[in-house]
C-alpha cells in the first residue's frame, strides 16, 4: 500500500525558531514536494524535487529551503519560522513518466502555529 | 497563466441528493491532465480520478461521475445519491506536463461538501 509519512501533525513554535518538518515515502518515488494549504487559496507549491539532492523552486519559496539526501525523505525548513507561515504543510511524492503526469500521493499533514 | 478555479466554496445537501462540483481551467497547452482530489476530515488527499486533454470522455466510477468539457474549460465531479462520507474538500488540479519527467500541480481554491443526515 502507498504511504507518505509526516514526522507531526501538529507543531507549535516560536517565533524565529528553525523548524523542520520531515517526509518519507515508502514507493520508491523520484518525485516529492512540498504544499502549503490555506483555506480559500488551495494548495500551493513551496519546492518539489525530482531526484536526491535536486530541488526546484515553487510558486511560494521565500522564508523556506528543503533538503533530500535520500530518495524516500524530503525535508522542509523553516530558517526563522514567522507567524505568516502558520499553515498547514501537505507533503507529496509521484513517479516519473516521460510524457506524462502522474497521480501525487499526498501525506497526512503537519498543521504548524507559530506563536 | 495556468489556474484553477473552484467557484464554489461550500456546499450543504442533504444525504441521496446529487451534487455537482465544478471546475474551470485556464491552460494554453494542449497537452495536459487534469485530477480530482478528496480531503476528508482526516486531512490526508485522496486521489480520485486523472484525465488527460485528448480523453473527453465522460467516467463513472460508482457513485461518482466526471464531465471533461474543453470547449468550455471544465471539469466537473457529480456524486449521486450522496452520503455523509462523501463529506469532505473537493479539490481541482491542473498539471502541465514538464520535460523532466515531474509534473506540477495546480490546485483550486477547493470546495467543501457537507452532506447531512
Known amino acids: 500500500d502507498v504511504k507518505v509519512t509526516q514526522s507531526s501533525r501538529y507543531l507549535v513554535k516560536r517565533t524565529g525558531e528553525k523548524v523542520f518538518l520531515e517526509c518519507v515515502q515508502d514507493?520508491?518515488?523520484?518525485?516529492m514536494f512540498w504544499y502549503r494549504q490555506d483555506p480559500g487559496l488551495g494548495l500551493r507549491l513551496i519546492y518539489f524535487s525530482y531526484d536526491v539532492k535536486m530541488k526546484e523552486k515553487g510558486d511560494i519559496p521565500e522564508g523556506y529551503s528543503v533538503s533530500r539526501e535520500k530518495k524516500e525523505r524530503f525535508s522542509l525548513i523553516l530558517e526563522s519560522a514567522s507567524t505568516n507561515q502558520t499553515s498547514m504543510y501537505l507533503c507529496a511524492s509521484s513517479l516519473v513518466t516521460s510524457g506524462g503526469a502522474n497521480e501525487q500521493y499526498f501525506g497526512p499533514g503537519t498543521r504548524l502555529t507559530v506563536t | 497563466a495556468q489556474k484553477v478555479t473552484q467557484a464554489q466554496t461550500e456546499i450543504s445537501v442533504v444525504e441521496k441528493e446529487d451534487v455537482t462540483l465544478d471546475c474551470v481551467y485556464e491552460t494554453r497547452d494542449t497537452t495536459y491532465y487534469l485530477f480530482w482530489y478528496k480531503q476528508p476530515p482526516s486531512g490526508e488527499l485522496v486521489f480520485l480520478i486523472r484525465r488527460n486533454s485528448f480523453d473527453e470522455q465522460n467516467e463513472i466510477s460508482g457513485r461518482y461521475s466526471w464531465n471533461f468539457q474543453k470547449s468550455t474549460s471544465s471539469f466537473n465531479f457529480t456524486i449521486t445519491a450522496s452520503q455523509v462520507v462523501d463529506s469532505a474538500v473537493y479539490f481541482c488540479a491542473l498539471s502541465e506536463v514538464e520535460s523532466g519527467g515531474y509534473n506540477k500541480l495546480i490546485f483550486g481554491a477547493g470546495t467543501r461538501l457537507a452532506v447531512h443526515p
Open positions: 514507493m520508491d518515488h523520484e518525485n
